[in-house]
């Protein structure tokens, strides 16, 4: 198992651009080339209106202005607004349609990361916080919304304005377009500089960011334990903690971006003021007319708003990397539990289950959980699991589903390994009920249907009653369309796990697991739903785990596990008879019962 992190505990980054994260992305693209095709067309069209303005208006001032030619004059100034209209339709176009695709980059780098969240392995989930991993599918991705719907291909725009601009520039005079090019070096200069303050600090901020949603979570999920024990102020102060780191890094981020913005600023308007002073003084040999002087202001304008846009595109970048490396980090993690290449669909079961001599541990060289285990359970047969909490009852049942791989031995499923056939086949035949039920938002309905589908209103009805949940679900307000919160908040603990009990009954797994589905179920409850599970549990093989003894004494078989081991097995009166760990567990057990009563009923007399 991974080691945990916490929302105190910052994430490692790269110090430096991930430009392999960031070719990446292109892919995310390639699907809709065809839209970024007539994009760039219509870019290029922009780029080139952007040109000409300047070389018009040099026309106008240096030939048809002293000639007075109004004719001339009237053609250019037509074309000049027909170019200015063209060029507004154009940006119009170009930022819808940049937006719109952008968004469907978003959209599917959303799908594939919450995809592959789902197909990752227990080990995963339990070693990191899960508001680490909400941000990376959320906050992220929204981040990178901005270079994805403006910056990625205008930046291309950018780059082929500023390269025919250029050109242009050279060809009316080299040696003004000279002097607008000698303060370039400066702004290479101050860009390198920058960059590595700017990743570091967007690599701390996210890591800040990152901590404080991980906390936020964690206290919405434990805030009933806050309450209960009166630590809403010890909340408080570590939730100022963690936003005040948020804040800290924040404006050292801001500090640091708002260098880059005026930098360019100045490097272009000292570049335009040269080119004023050249132009007018003749520095250097330049001889230029006014019409020259004034469409190489506007050149320069062209010139440095490309540069000033792509710096802006590169701090974005900057910004970008490090939630990237976060996002393709978690999409290359490989699932330690998958299908391998040559699995094969677990045909229809009858439902024998063998641990041929199973050890495992979470880690190669951590501790061992299972110390060869040897379980053999034949078709249809009921067999209980019971020890002191840790002694590996859960992971015998996880290690069946294939939740977990054992680390020596095997398990097998009607003589098939489950390491060798599919994940989904697998689990399909499985039905696992939970001590910690979890019931999602929507309706009663639509909550026993998830095990099924494409079962009708009545198959799910049956399934309630033979549960024994059709008699409350009916006094709910809207019987099975009442809406319920999320973790069924509005329901009791027993009335969450009859209808998980429903749940997994109308999938009709062909082995059964129960891991202290009844712990929450009062005794009258607990009574009515054995009663109804006894005909289901009929030909299905089941294995239930449970501390209290009571459920199980009907079982056909008990193992008794302790420290990883199977100590003892038999049924209930053999190993009673027997008098070894099941019967210390066994009297333990009704003798605190029979102190509860005891207890009950001095009450009762005192009273």
């Known amino acids: 198992m991974a080691q945990r992190n916490t929302f105190r505990e910052d ?33 290029v069209t922009m780029s080139c209106i952007q040109v000409a303005v300047p070389y018009l208006t040099k026309i106008m001032i240096d030939e048809a202005i002293p000639n007075r030619d109004l004719a001339t004059l009237g053609t250019l100034a037509g074309v000049l607004g027909a170019l200015i209209v063209t060029y507004e339709l ?11 695709v952008g968004q469907l980059m978003l959209r599917d780098m959303r799908r594939d990361i919450f995809t592959h969240i789902q197909t990752l392995p227990f080990d995963y989930f339990d070693s990191r916080p899960h508001g680490k ?15 994805l719907s403006s910056g990625l291909i205008s930046v291309i725009a950018d780059v082929f304005t500023f390269a025919i601009t250029l050109v242009a520039m050279f060809v009316i005079d080299w040696r003004l377009a000279a002097f607008s090019l000698a303060l370039f070096p400066v702004l290479v200069a101050w860009v390198t500089t920058l960059k590595h303050f700017q990743r570091r600090a967007y690599r701390i901020l996210s890591n800040k960011q990152s901590n404080l949603n991980a906390y936020i979570h964690e206290s919405i999920a434990g805030v009933k334990t806050t309450q209960t024990f009166a630590q809403e102020a010890a909340q408080f102060r570590t939730f100022q903690e963690q936003q005040g780191e948020v804040r800290r890094a924040w404006m050292r981020t801001v500090h640091i971006q708002f260098l880059m913005w005026p930098g360019i600023q100045t490097i272009s308007v000292t570049t335009i003021s040269l080119i004023y002073y050249v132009g ?16 190489f202001v506007g050149y320069a304008n062209n010139f440095w708003n490309p540069v000033i846009n792509i710096a802006n595109f590169y701090n974005q970048l ?13 999409m290359d993690i490989v699932p330690s539990i998958r299908d391998r290449a040559d699995a094969r669909d677990l045909p229809p079961i009858g439902g024998r289950v063998d641990f041929d001599h199973v050890t495992f541990r979470y880690e190669e060289d951590g501790e061992t959980i299972l110390d060869d285990v040897d379980l053999h359970v034949a078709p249809g047969r009921t067999v209980a699991l019971v020890g002191p909490t840790g002694a590996g009852k859960t992971t015998i049942v996880s290690l069946m589903s294939r939740f977990y791989d054992v680390s020596a031995g095997a398990v097998r499923v009607d003589g098939h390994d489950v390491r060798g056939v599919t994940l989904a086949s697998l689990r399909r035949q499985m039905g696992v009920m939970l001590q910690d039920t979890f019931i999602f938002s929507g309706n009663v309905r639509e909550n026993i249907r998830y095990g099924r589908l494409d079962a009708t209103d ?19 307000p809207d019987g099975y369309d009442t809406a319920v919160q999320e973790r069924g908040s509005t329901l009791s603990a027993g009335q969450r796990q009859l209808i998980a009990f429903a749940r997994v009954l109308l999938a009709d797994p062909r082995i059964l697991i129960l891991d202290e589905a009844t712990s929450n179920i009062d005794t009258h409850t607990e009574e009515a739903l054995q009663a109804g599970l006894r005909h289901l549990l009929k030909g299905r093989t089941s294995f239930i785990i449970a501390h209290r003894l009571s459920t199980i004494e009907n079982a056909d078989e008990i193992f008794v596990i302790d420290h990883g081991r199977i100590v003892e097995h038999g049924s209930h009166a053999e190993l009673l008879a027997a008098k070894g760990e099941y019967w210390r567990l066994h009297e333990s057990q009704y003798a605190m019962i029979r102190a509860e009563e005891a207890a009950g009923m001095s009450e009762v007399a005192g009273a």
């Open 318 to 330: 900057i910004t970008c990397s490090a939630y990237l490396e976060r996002i393709f980090e978690t």
């Open 133 to 147: 991993i909400l941000v990376r599918v959320v906050n992220y991705v929204n981040t990178l919304s901005d270079t």
């Open 11 to 43: 994430e490692e980054l790269e110090e430096r651009i991930n430009l392999r994260d960031i070719l990446r992305v292109g892919r995310y693209l390639k699907p809709y080339l065809g839209r970024v095709a007539r994009i760039l067309a219509v870019v």
């Open 458 to 476: 009545e198959e799910v009805e049956a399934a309630a009653r033979a549960v024994h949940a059709h008699e409350f679900i009916m006094e709910l």
């Open 90 to 100: 154009g940006l119009r176009y170009r930022t819808v349609a940049i937006t719109r």
């Open 280 to 295: 007018v003084t003749g520095l250097g040999g330049v001889d230029v007319t006014t019409g020259v002087l004034i469409a």
